[in-house]
């Protein structure tokens, strides 16, 4: 699978990313907290980040079909790199809240950008291997950034920021280099890039997903904004601590995901969107009771492994269900969904966090467990109509792929 040189561009291009991203994960919180940044600026960036990254998603993905994935991926890598720096050259606490909701806008346009570009490359049958694949390079990411972040940060903390800049720049390099497009006309574009109604971007299977990834982001609401505090004030554990924990999750993940998207691509998704989602119930819960920070830590190995049987199943399904000529937008409403429950979880945390550390991560378990339940039923209700995946790319004009109710993928002649 890694022979397709889109697969192999992206992926290592988004692990360059996320390392940066990463680097400043187990630093951010504290470093505005040593600027005098109170509980409720914190709150306040993770939010603006949130809701800056929501607003701009659909438009960038809009942005992505007309324009072209690399070129927006480009501009998104090079407005991080730059907003990065400024971490350095302010101390005043609102201003992180201002500089975290550019970062949101200049980070909604990468991602989408991204799964479209596998979307394009890669047969629908063959999708959740190729998210597998995208997931362990992710992940990857977040096992070196935190892990880097937290050993750098010990000498202080803009060396985190800078490293955060430095691999930034490594994934534009890999951007240009290594991703090649055809380059389409403005004829060729504007007969591609063509309306989509609501109902086709809301339609069953795409709903379904929607409702999943906001339950899936409140925890990335929570992670955000206080889970340096939690580990730190809480639970006793140094910043390089913090930054182990996240490599305890990823390492597991790295290893599990291209499995987890084989068995997506031949068991049917919703089945392993249900039960792999289900699971991590309750993980949240035992999170909240936790007095050790060595639990905590050792849980995380187990979340990555669980998590990581499931999003290749909904990652295939949300680039399946897509269509050629939207499938940035999608990828967009998606990341948008998940976002909206980022900032759930973000703001709600902040106010459970308020009243005892150990009520947000239950409550996110309980509403993640009803996302579950209910985006898993309704991809399930999809697959049995046949209607997941909608449209295989017609390549070469001949077949389309459907899935029946097993979630088998069957070729279908196309008239």
Known sequence: ????RTLLAVSLAVCAAFTGIGMVVPVRVLYAESRGASLAIIGAMASSYLVSNFLFQYPSGWLADRWGRKPVMILSLSAQAVLSAVYLLISDPVLFVI??????????????SARALITDAIPSEKRGEAFGIFSAFFNAGFLLGPALG??????????AFIGAVVFRLVAIVLVI???HVKTRGKQETREEVKPASVKTLFKLPLAGAYILAFGDYLFVGFDISLTALWLHDHLGAPIALIG?????????????????????DRRRRSTLILVFGLLQVPLYIIYGLANSVLLVIALFGVHGVVYSLAQ????AHVASSSFAGARARIQGLYSAFGLAGGFVGASGSSLLYGLSFRLPLPAIGLVFGICVLVGGIMIRISEARRKTPARADKRDGEQEVITT???????????
């Not at 500089?99 to 806008?105: S, T, V």
């Not at 290749?312 to 990652?315: G, N, Q, S, T």
């Open 99 to 112: 500089l975290r909701f550019a970062e949101g806008a200049a980070a909604a346009a990468f991602l989408p």
């Open 312 to 315: 290749p199943a909904v990652d």
């Open 177 to 179: 280099t290594m991703i």
């Open 244 to 264: 182990i924990a996240y490599v305890v999750f990823s390492i597991p993940s790295i290893i599990t995901s291209p499995f987890g998207g084989r068995i997506a």
């Open 1 to 4: 699978m890694l022979r397709n």
């Open 405 to 415: 109710s097993r979630g088998q993928l069957l070729p279908e002649k196309i008239e």
């Open 150 to 159: 937290g050993l750098l940060a010990a000498t202080g903390y803009a060396s």
